[in-house]
């Protein structure tokens, strides 16, 4: 209740008058329920001059009941028209926000719904809210964090040469779940050239004997709250000369931005000095992403660590700080932390090897 308080007094300061919350990160944040996306309409109602309340079908009202909520819940049939229900419960609104991933179809219905409302996104409004984490929120990132630590430290049981990405990737998965997690969210093992793809996710590449391999994992808790970590090894073998240069490099671009983030400077400032220690040594056009993302109740969030964005960072604040380098056609690497500002510095919530691991 305190953050559907908050949410509609920052809805009244930008000059709203509801908010429409559809399944998503923006609804299990403001209630608690995790809703299923279904075709049937589900949509959190935030007045500013009212209760709050739920609209939701009625095979889907029990569920909203076990999940803790404890607004009214309007429900509806089969046969009827929930944008019609909306419509008359809204009835005078002149300004509705919407959540930034509401449907288009549900948009659309709810502009013939409601014709005279001007729609708005609700982004910055929500955003400011999710954007900087209580305590509850920061245990859950750190009990999340600690969880995927967990996966990185047993890497050795399943990455070796001879077998395939998609091999390792599958016990990875099983594991993200074994140590704590309700869902998994990605598994990115990229070995030899296929490091080179931040995003690449698994193939059946067989890893060899010398491939440095980059994995990238993360999921989501039953708290609610995601993970994220990239380490790198190497599966057996030598470390290629060229690739050892680099990621000496990119250590230390990782360690400098770790030692830069805190409370008072801005999100561009720690991307920019982990950026200008890799482009000075000669690898400037081979970090092609930003530093880092925002996470909490979804992977990708504000703040970005980016270039261009002057936000100053608060306590409170969670994000990544992955800088990369990426070779076309012969390696990549990544190394990545989330790390959560606090009054007096920063707390980083991953804690595995930084340098890069042998397996033998």
């Not at 964090?145 to 430290?153: E, N, P, T």
Request: aromatic share 4%; hydrophobic share 45%; charged share 25%.
């Amino acid at each position: 209740m305190q953050r559907l308080d908050r949410a509609r007094d920052l809805a009244a300061a930008a000059g709203i008058d509801a908010l429409l919350v559809t399944p998503g990160a923006d609804l299990r944040y403001l209630t608690g329920y995790a809703a299923k996306p279904l075709e049937r309409l589900t949509c959190l109602v935030v007045p500013v001059g009212a209760a709050p309340f739920l609209v939701a079908p009625n095979l889907e009202v029990a569920a909203a009941e076990a999940a803790g909520v404890e607004l009214e819940i309007v429900g509806w049939n089969e046969t009827d028209d929930p944008f019609a229900i909306l419509a008359a419960r809204l009835d005078g609104t002149a300004r509705l926000a919407i959540d930034d991933e509401m449907w288009a179809s549900r948009v659309l219905a709810l502009r013939a719904a409601i014709p005279g409302a001007e729609q708005v996104l609700a982004g910055p409004v929500l955003t400011e809210l999710r954007m900087r984490k209580d305590p509850a929120e920061i245990a859950a990132l750190r009990e999340a964090g600690a969880a995927i630590d967990r996966v990185h430290s047993r890497m050795a049981e399943w990455l070796r040469p001879g077998r395939t990405e998609r091999e390792v990737g599958h016990d990875i998965a099983r594991a993200i779940v074994d140590e704590g997690h309700e869902s998994v969210d990605f598994v990115i093992v990229g070995s030899g050239p296929n490091g080179a793809s931040p995003h690449h996710e698994v193939s059946d590449r067989v890893i060899e004997v010398g491939d440095p391999v980059v994995v990238d994992i993360g999921g989501t808790t039953p708290e609610g709250y995601c993970s994220d970590s990239t380490r790198n090894y190497l599966a057996a073998g030598t470390v290629p000369h060229e690739y050892a240069e680099a990621y000496a490099v990119l250590h230390e671009a990782q360690a400098s931005q770790r030692a830069s983030a805190r409370a008072g400077v801005t999100a561009e400032s720690v991307d920019r000095i982990g950026r200008d220690l890799i482009a000075n040594a000669g690898f400037g056009d081979l970090f092609i992403h930003r530093t880092g993302h925002g996470i909490g109740t979804q992977t990708h969030e504000e703040p970005y660590i980016v270039e261009g964005n002057d936000r100053v960072l608060e306590p409170g604040m969670a994000f990544s700080i992955e800088p990369g380098i990426y070779h076309p056609g012969r390696f990549g690497a990544r190394i990545e932390d989330i790390v959560v500002c606090t009054t007096d510095g920063l707390e980083v919530l991953n804690e595995t090897e930084r340098q890069l691991v042998v397996l033998d």
